[in-house]
């Protein structure tokens, strides 16, 4: 019995994690929607307040548990950090909950594989041809028409995407996964405080607003990239990706669903391309790097 505990319990724990991070980030989309479409509130102070509450729950998490906080984080994470925050943000003022969230997990997962195959993940037959399906959904999605999404909100998106794939891959193996998430966020403050008196003029707000970024930066945000973060550690940067691919389907459903949004032809043919070709890239099994070298992990 101890035996089967010992067996199971990782690939329990691994799958509990990813799920409930997973949640927390299609949630994150539908508030981050909700605030910029359905209250007062602008994009700047909307990003300023979830980085700084979700700065303030991890600091407290951190606090609260066991043991003394040795510090964590750096200065570029927490700049990868932010440039997701801001750039997440300020697309979701003209993109729907939907399409974001394609074009976001599309661009993390994107930047996870290539980062995969850069440090020596070979590519398989049924691999490419994914890759290439995926890249043809995303063309697809980005021709222009009456249902075409718009090109700045669309370019703002797949920057906050790099950005999170770049974080998510630095934060693999980078310590205590909470008192790393805690670190890259506190240094986010200043970044957020700097890019909100940067447009002050344009600042605007409301309690509803204010309450869906503390909800979105403190749960959502904040504990969601802890939990991930907890994750990571055990998984490829590869099926790391493949743990997102739940996201964007979430995130549509309660965009549907909750906001009311249209689902239309152009975005069901999209999704399907770039949800489908990026599964048979990441859940295709590799090859072994060149040389004998292991590959990440």
């Known amino acids: ?13 691994i799958i509990v994690l990813t799920s409930l991070a997973m949640a927390a980030f299609a949630g994150n989309s539908l508030l981050c929607r909700m605030a910029l479409s359905e209250t007062s509130i602008d994009a700047a102070s909307f990003t300023s307040v979830r980085l700084i509450s979700g700065a303030v729950m991890l600091w407290l998490v951190v606090k609260l548990r066991p043991g003394t906080y040795s510090g964590g984080g750096n200065w570029l994470s927490a700049l990868a950090l932010f440039a997701y925050a801001a750039g997440f943000s300020f697309a979701y003022v003209s993109l729907p909950a939907a399409t974001g969230a394609l074009l976001l997990f599309g661009a993390v997962q994107a930047t996870m594989i290539g980062y995969g195959i850069w440090t020596g993940e070979r590519m ?27 090109m700045i909100g669309t370019t703002l998106m797949l920057i906050a995407g790099m950005a999170w794939g ?30 909100s008196l940067s447009m002050v003029t344009a600042a605007s707000w409301d309690s509803a607003g204010i309450f869906y970024a503390v909800l979105s930066g403190a749960l959502a945000y904040g504990l969601g990239y802890a939990i991930w973060y907890a994750a990571l550690p055990s998984l490829r940067a590869t099926n790391a990706a493949t743990l997102q691919l739940s996201v964007p389907v979430i995130a549509s459903l309660g965009g549907v669903y909750i906001l009311g949004e249209p689902f239309g032809l152009r975005l069901t043919v999209a999704t399907v391309a770039i949800l489908g070709g990026i599964a048979l890239v990441v859940l295709t099994k590799r090859r072994s790097a060149p040389d004998g070298a292991a590959t990440p992990r």
């Open 124 to 150: 398989l037959k049924r691999q490419m041809v994914g890759l290439a399906l995926a890249l043809g959904g995303l063309v697809i999605l980005l021709l222009p028409g009456l249902s075409a999404p718009p």
């Open 166 to 195: 770049i974080y998510s891959v630095r934060g693999r193996g980078a310590g205590d996964p909470t008192q790393v998430t805690a670190g890259n966020f506190i240094r986010t403050v200043p970044m957020a405080v700097l890019l």
């Open 1 to 13: 019995m101890k035996h089967f505990r010992a067996d199971v319990w990782p690939y329990g724990r």
